[in-house]
């Protein structure tokens, strides 16, 4: 048999075990977006939930180009119970969720004496306390099953001291910390519970950033790779520790940097 063949024979297999499994992704753009069309071509199930409707629309029209079984919910999840809420809604539409994977996140590049607190407390709870409360209500449900994989994007700047990047560090580093005590908690049930820490990645957060003269340059001279990521790269990563081989995988902080906490 050839080697093709034989990956061929791999692919029908479904070595990562993900076909119909449920997922709840929570952001329709950039890796978000990308992860979503990547579990969905995996034979997943797939509920996006954003509050903006035009992303939405997007990633809906992308998926189902795919032919994929999808649904999309139009929520915002820094609100108090839209975590539960949501959970709810995805469990009685897909009949279930294996899979839930938080990709939403805001910054705002300035120095820490700059901020108000009303500001830190937006990025915190956008960034942060929506974690809590959607992986708090899908951890509840997994639970519950024994059975469920649990991912959230923190960011190398959850581990380096970044200038101008304080709320969005504490948030990232915050995560981290989270999710390890939630994997603490919920490793004995069959739910593992990881993170995704990119490096510095092209997507509508980084966009205005990398508009800025040499500061493309700048940042790739960090990156021993000599590059930026895409949100493509984030997917295999994302798609592994969901999957039935990364069952004894939890409380790790996965960094998908190009090497950039390396220096």
Partial sequence: MSIEAQLDTRADANWLGLTGARVLIAGAGGIGGACALAYARAGASVAVIDRDQRALDAIGAELGALG???????????????????VAEV??????????????????????????????????RVNLS???GLAQAAGRHMVDQGYGRVLALSSVSGLLAHHSHGPYAASKGGIN?????????????????????????????????LAKPGKRADLESLVPA??????????????????????????????IDGGRTLV
Avoid: C, K
């Fill in 68 to 86: 994929s079984r999808h649904e999309l919910l139009q929520a915002d999840l820094t609100e108090h119970g839209s975590g539960q809420r949501v």
């Fill in 177 to 209: 910390q989270l999710l390890r005590v939630m994997a603490r908690e919920w490793a004995a049930s069959g739910v593992t519970v990881n993170a995704l820490a990119p490096g510095y990645i092209e997507t509508p957060l980084t966009a205005g950033e």
């Fill in 226 to 255: 000599g590059r930026l990521g895409t949100p493509d790269e984030l997917t295999g990563p994302a798609l592994f520790l969901s999957s039935r081989h990364a069952g004894f995988i939890t409380g790790h902080v996965m960094y």
């Fill in 91 to 124: 469990v009685d539409r897909l009949g279930g969720l294996d899979v839930m994977l938080h990709a939403v996140g805001i910054n705002d590049r300035r120095p820490i004496l700059e901020f108000t607190e009303d500001e830190w407390d937006h990025i915190l």
């Fill in 130 to 132: 929506s974690v809590f």
